[in-house]
């Protein structure tokens, strides 16, 4: 009989305690910076911050960010405050909008096994999404300074050159 109640009273315990883990309507405020001039460095870097406030009080869970199928754990900075980053290479940042979905550790966990049942990510739902807007990256004039002066250089001297020529006969 103490075992069936002890039984009961742990389920009941965890029960409780798994409700007040998940965050109920979450409001978000998110900062966001992506790297712009690629003219001297190889990787583009996608960094935002953000807070979370849920209705029901929870604060400090464990999240993790989903970046086109590319998993990444977001970093607690402070009680309400996360920040996820990742870096791509140039040549495959494109420019536009990349929406970042996020889940609490129950969510992650549904969706890795989505994943590993070959199902469709779209089949769990995010605990919420943030989009950042990355505008490009700018690599560099498509002429460098270094060609343009030789062309011309080479021009000139074709022009003094004949100019000297039509001179001599």
């Known amino acids: 009989m ?3 109640f002890l039984s009961l009273f742990f389920i ?5 305690a798994h409700v007040f883990c998940i965050c109920k309507d979450p409001e978000i405020k998110a900062t966001s910076y992506t790297t712009e001039d690629g003219t001297v460095v190889t990787n583009v870097a996608f960094v935002t911050e953000f807070t979370l406030k849920c209705s029901n009080g929870v604060s400090e869970i464990p999240l ?5 199928g590319k998993m ?3 970093v607690q900075l402070s009680k309400d405050s996360y920040q996820v980053s990742w870096v791509e290479e140039i040549q495959k940042a494109r420019s536009g909008v990349y ?7 129950e969510g992650y966990a549904l969706l890795r096994k989505a994943l590993r049942n070959y199902e469709q990510a779209s089949s ?3 605990l919420f999404n943030i989009v950042i807007n990355h505008p490009g990256t700018y ?5 460098n300074s270094e060609f343009l002066a030789a062309a011309l250089a080479i021009v000139v001297w074709y022009l003094a050159f004949t ?7």
């Open 2 to 4: 103490t075992q069936i």
């Open 163 to 169: 100019a000297k020529s039509k001179l001599l006969h």
């Open 12 to 16: 009941a315990i965890f029960n409780v």
């Open 72 to 74: 990444f754990p977001a």
């Open 124 to 126: 769990v739902k995010p």
């Open 139 to 143: 690599q560099g004039p498509w002429l």
């Open 99 to 105: 929406s970042i979905n996020f889940y609490d550790e």
């Open 64 to 68: 993790y960010a989903d970046v086109s």
